[in-house]
């Protein structure tokens, strides 16, 4: 798996900024997901009912708005849109308690929506626009472990918010989330793209998404992530439907293995991934490495559902697995992650990566009817499905590395060209050939 010495990793400019910015805007975050239907209905006062259905028609239109914002990335470049995206969720949560009347909160809704759901893609290409090399995939893990981090924060805080001020106190988180995302976008502002990221946004043709839909190895790719991403789904949707119906074990379990998987990510997810990096090992060896680990965890999973043990050794089983789960998150996250950065061709990040997390997108939708249906046949059944598709999924990783750029697959390989670059001169000799820009579609 090594392919070299790794070299030592360029500092991002303003890295401390985008980070510190990320994890209060996870704060903010934090203090509303987990309570979005009680968060929103208490903010506006509308019945849970009307709640539910507005934030699902509008969290859909936000899925179809994302390949328009890929086109944004592409046209004004990543860190403009990020900033555009950061200032429309903090007037959406200021505007929230002002909105009591159905088109009032359906009219904010899908504002605050379309950037959110947008918001993922803005990012992955944020930081291709500010990285190169290993750092990206240090910046990955960096980022997943303030997100776990802040979210816990968050919703710990709104709970300390809530127990002082009641119901009352969903206001006060509502303006407070949105005083986190202000200040995360002024934060964000500091970043610095790298050279060459940033005087080629001047230069981005409107190459369409024919070209996406023409890379093969991208689709390839992108395939492979969402055969992975229906086992990201399954901590959220199937553990605690499998817990209360086919093992009959306590509610309290699924707070247990929420609990150990945020600390694990937010405490040695760095670590890991940071050892995974300095090993030298390919990105696309080590998501594969992740999609075993979690077809490792599903089939414990099933082991455990036929066995169906005492109490006791169900829970040190079930943390087990949670375990090597959550290993397989933090070694696939940042990998995964930079690969599908790399292997978009610059000029064309934005739509590659729209593209690319439609993936997730779409996994996350389907999970619940999937995971339902196949659990109604035989509880061990889903995860007998998610083991097949997570070893699918780390089969065409290893099969698609010989077809995807170099520099997506060897993160080392492409710093140390950018390390040799800062030495040579700015411009090429007279009469070299310039790249070719991508025509039009």
């Known amino acids: 798996m090594k392919t070299g010495t790794p070299v030592k990793e360029a500092r991002v400019a303003g890295e401390r900024s985008l980070l510190v910015g990320i994890g209060i805007s996870s704060v903010g975050i ?30 859909v239109a936000g899925l179809a708005f994302m390949p328009l914002a890929g086109s944004a990335v592409d046209r004004f470049g990543a860190k403009k849109v990020n900033l555009v995206l950061y200032a429309v969720r903090a007037l959406g949560f200021a505007l929230y ?9 359906a009219a904010v809704a899908l504002v605050t929506a379309l950037a959110d759901r947008s918001f993922s893609v803005v990012q992955q290409s944020l930081i291709g626009e500010v990285a190169r090399g290993a750092a990206r995939d240090r910046l ?8 776990n ?9 709104v709970s300390g918010v809530l127990g002082l001020w009641g119901a009352g106190g969903f206001t006060y988180t509502a303006w407070g989330n949105s005083l986190a995302f202000a200040l995360a976008g002024l934060l964000v502002s500091r970043v610095r793209p790298v050279r060459d990221a940033a005087t080629a946004t001047a230069g981005r043709a409107a190459a369409g998404y024919r070209m996406v839909l023409r890379d093969r190895p991208f689709l390839g790719l992108t395939a492979a992530n969402f055969l992975t991403a229906l086992g990201y789904s399954a901590l959220s949707v199937l553990f605690p439907l499998y817990l209360s119906t086919w093992l ?15 600390v694990l990510c937010a405490g040695v997810g760095v670590l890991i991934a940071g050892r995974v990096r300095r ?3 390919r990105r696309t060896r080590s998501a594969a490495l992740g999609a075993l680990l979690f077809a490792a965890a599903f089939v414990g999973q099933i082991v455990l559902g036929t ?24 070694v696939h996250s940042p990998s995964g992650g930079a690969l599908s950065v790399s292997a978009a061709p610059e000029a064309v990040r934005g739509r590659y990566l729209a593209t690319y997390q439609l993936s997730y997108s779409l996994a996350t939708a389907l999970a619940p009817s999937l995971f339902t249906a196949l ?67």
């Open 30 to 59: 934090g203090m509303y997901v987990p309570f979005s239907l009680v968060f929103f209905h208490h903010v506006t006062g509308l019945s849970f009912t009307l709640v539910g259905l507005v934030l699902t028609v509008t969290g």
């Open 97 to 105: 308690p002002f909105a009591g009347s159905l088109p009032a909160f």
């Open 140 to 147: 990955q893990a960096s980022i997943r472990a303030l997100q």
């Open 149 to 157: 981090a802040g979210m816990g924060a968050g919703a710990l805080l």
């Open 248 to 262: 009959t074990a306590p509610d309290s379990l699924t707070g247990a293995a929420f609990t150990v998987n945020t």
């Open 279 to 281: 090993s030298g090992a």
């Open 307 to 330: 066995l169906r043990p005492g109490q006791t050794a169900t829970l040190v089983a079930l943390l087990a697995i949670v375990v090597v789960y959550t290993l397989g998150e933090l």
């Open 375 to 441: 659990l109604a046949v035989d509880g061990r059944l889903p995860w007998a499905v998610l083991a097949v598709a997570a070893l699918g999924a780390a089969l065409a990783l290893v099969r698609l590395e010989r077809h995807l750029p170099a520099e997506a697959v060897h993160a080392e390989a492409v710093h140390a060209e950018a390390l040799s670059a800062e030495a040579a001169p700015a411009e090429p000799p007279a009469g070299a050939p310039r790249p070719p820009v991508p025509a039009s579609a």
